[in-house]
């Protein structure tokens, strides 16, 4: 489609296999980050990412090119001393349970009514300073590198494809009957 081809006339790179010889000195840039919203809408369109890399770019994965950069779902507004109402500090968490444990902490110190939350429907809502100090700054983002085991390739693609295509719905659902209770997911 239309944006698989925009991805690899940007990075340089067309789709290979894990055995087809690319020359990796034509990949125009050094760390591809996919930026996406922090809601599940969001979390969706990076797996959907993600398996398109990990499928029809694995040598750009393999060598360490490809980051899922992570944005924040909540900003906290709190106070810099403990006894003002001034919220003049803020504080970006990336999801409901970091939100929970951090919010634990500032009432503690702060009191419930002066501490504020926000929640970010998408990258959109951010103004550009925003944007920059919690997805783009390099000292303020969350970056994770993302590889795999060659080892087990073949299967994690298969498991993929059982996962993704629209054509696996009945192994799909199967296997959520049969397994889905001992699968863990860290999201």
Known sequence: NKEVEDIVQIIGIQPHTLDDKIDLSKLRYGKICTMCDADVDGRHIETLLITLFVKHFPQVVKAGHFYITRAPLFRIDH?????????????????????????????KEYGENNVKVSRFKGLGEMNANQLWETTMSPEGRVLIQMGFDEETYEKDIESMDMCM????????????????????VDV
């Not at 295509?165 to 863990?184: I, P």
């Open 165 to 184: 295509k629209k054509k696996e719905s009945d192994a799909r659902k199967e296997w959520m009957e049969r397994d889905g209770n001992t699968v863990e």
């Open 79 to 107: 106070p810099s001393k403990k006894n003002s109402r001034v919220l003049d500090r803020k504080i970006y968490v990336q999801d409901e349970r970091e939100l929970d444990r951090t919010l634990k902490k500032m009432y």
